[in-house]
């Protein structure tokens, strides 16, 4: 069970997907880099050159090691390349929502969320 | 048969919630479309060579939307989430004149160019007093971080469809995103209680049959 120390901290968003979901989300005044030497980022843009390790490990960093996280969002394409991941994923918080990209529309078949729904109803 | 009528009420409980989440999916990809395309309409109206993207971004960038997770109202163990403006800082005006300054864009888009044009003008003199502001001898809080709105990444003045995109995105983040998020965690509160009275079931049925079981073997030896 999440007690409320889990979560009164989790202020920020947090994005991993295209360049163009990223700026749409920041122009919303998401994007936070946190004080020197750090300087960590809460967004991760990825285009074709991402390594697949870099959007694991930012979601890593998202999702585990920072605790300052409330919401991921991530590109549902993207969520793909790290389905294993996103799947055994079931800590309470940060809670991870799969957002749609301009090339990539919201496709429910993939959607974490409506698979639990088809396995409560057992198919 | 009562815990029947347990799940039953469950799953029509959790159907009702299944149904506000599409609904509101639908709403979230609507402004998503929205967002792309008018990033699209900025990036094809901008100078040669220049883009709405991550070379523009501010490395010191604060956060003015921030997320606040409420205890929840029911017994269950999961926050109501919420996304809401950071008080106290310059930008929470800022960003609230540029929202209502694009939803009578959107709201007119006939006269648009006029208003561009008189927006741009507001918007200059917007910026020459948040200068003015920042020249000023600084106060009691010094470090006190100023949160400055991402439309100012990409210059004073900023073409229509971005600021359009800008209201867009307030309206995904601050209303759609939060409201996603809670009915997510609702629905696997419902998924948990659901299986918890399946499993309550499955037992009372068992216990039940094995009562017949002995019951008949009873008759038999009598």
């Known amino acids: 069970m999440a007690s409320t120390a889990d979560y009164k901290d989790r202020q920020f968003l947090a994005v991993i997907g295209d360049e163009d979901s990223v700026t749409g989300l920041l122009l919303a005044g998401i994007g936070h880099v946190t ?29 585990e090691q920072r605790k300052d996280i409330g919401i991921v969002l991530i590109n549902q394409h993207i969520a793909d390349k790290i389905r294993h991941r996103i799947d055994t994923y079931t800590a309470a918080f940060p809670t991870v929502l799969e957002i749609p990209s301009k090339e990539h529309p ?11 729904v088809r396995r409560l109803f057992g198919e | 048969m009562e815990e029947m009528g347990d799940i039953d009420h469950l799953l029509e409980q959790y159907l009702h919630l299944l149904h506000e989440y599409t ?11 929205g967002i792309y395309q008018n990033l699209a309409r900025a990036n094809f109206a901008a100078e040669r060579g220049m883009r709405y993207g991550q070379d523009q971004y501010d490395d010191r960038m604060q956060a003015s939307r921030r997320v606040v997770a409420l205890p929840s109202s029911s017994s269950s163990a999961r926050p109501t989430f919420e996304v809401v403006k950071v008080e106290g800082s310059d930008t929470a005006a800022a960003a609230e004149a540029s929202v209502s300054k694009s ?11 006029i208003r561009e044009e008189e927006g ?4 200059e003199e917007e910026v020459k007093d948040s200068l003015a502001k920042e020249t000023k001898p600084k106060s009691s809080e010094p470090k006190a971080k100023k949160t400055i709105d991402p439309l100012r990444w990409f210059g004073l003045i900023t073409p229509m469809p971005l600021r359009q995109a800008q209201a867009q995105s307030f309206q995904a983040v601050e209303d759609i995103v ?34 017949e079981d002995m019951a008949s073997k009873e008759e038999i030896t009598a």
């Not at chain 1, 004080?35 to 979601?59: G, R, Y």
């Not at chain 1, 919201?106 to 639990?116: C, F």
């Not at chain 2, 959107?106 to 006269?111: F, G, K």
């Open chain 1, 35 to 63: 004080d020197p030497p750090d300087s960590q980022k809460n967004f991760l843009v990825v285009d074709n050159k991402t390594e697949t390790s870099a959007i694991e490990a930012a979601f890593e960093s998202f999702t």
């Open chain 2, 120 to 123: 741009d003008k507001k918007e």
């Open chain 2, 178 to 211: 939060p409201k996603l998020v809670s009915i997510n965690a609702e629905m696997a509160e419902v998924e948990i209680e659901v299986r918890r009275a399946r499993k309550k079931r499955a037992k009372a049925e068992a216990a039940a049959r094995k009562s």
């Open chain 2, 23 to 33: 609904s509101l999916r639908a709403e979230l990809n609507k402004l998503q479309a």
């Open chain 2, 103 to 113: 939803d009578e864009a959107v709201a007119s888009e006939v006269q648009g160019t």
């Open chain 1, 106 to 116: 919201y496709d429910p078949e993939k959607d974490s969320v409506l698979r639990r």
